[in-house]
């Protein structure tokens, strides 16, 4: 489990020294029922109960090639609803990522419809693998003020995008999810 910061595709492991600082004792577990082996133990002491990146995330998210024209961007976030689109390069190696905000900020340009995802995509970005606690991932987001990031696993190609939504859900569903609603 670890969170990478990639530039252009040229991955970088990297630790957030803020994830050492705290503990996640009220980190997100899954809900224990009675008629499960584990329901008369404390959740909190239950290691393998702790919710994975892989158990919320989007599996296989729709993606983009580099040289997409952003009018073909803007049709798919306007099809699909979309507020990130992760833009690959040899169809499994992620060099970027555009958000519905930075498409919206070249829309009134005279020259948009010349560009290509290349243009507007950030090339900064933080990637985590797929067996990385949620809890650490909801830091991470709301410490560098992100609300995607791309899902890689142990070979570094994209399987997946978890985003503030999907966390979101899992909170829900982990934790606050009451039989009555």
């Known amino acids: 489990m670890s969170f990478y910061l990639g530039t252009n595709g040229i991955l970088r492991n990297h630790f957030f020294d803020y994830l050492s600082k705290e503990k996640f004792g009220h980190r997100l577990e899954k809900t224990l029922v009675s008629g499960d082996k584990a329901f008369n133990r404390n959740p909190a002491i239950i290691d393998d109960s702790e919710v994975i990146v892989s158990e919320l ?24 609803g979309f507020r990130h689109l992760p833009v690959l390069k040899d169809s499994r190696i992620v060099i970027g990522m555009i958000s519905d905000r930075d498409l919206l900020k070249v829309e009134t340009m005279g020259t948009f419809q010349f560009l290509a995802a290349n243009a507007i995509m950030k090339t900064i970005l933080i990637l985590v693998e797929e067996d990385t606690p949620v809890a ?16 890689i696993n142990k070979e570094h190609h994209m399987v997946g995008i978890i985003t503030k939504t999907d966390l979101l859900k899992g909170l829900f569903e982990y934790r606050l999810r009451d039989t009555r609603i």
Do not use: C, G
């Open 57 to 80: 995330m989007k599996k296989n998210p729709l993606t983009i090639e580099i040289d997409t024209p952003l009018v073909s961007v803007q049709k798919i976030f306007k099809e699909k």
């Open 136 to 151: 650490q991932v909801a830091k991470v987001m709301v410490e560098e003020k992100i609300s995607a990031m791309p899902v």
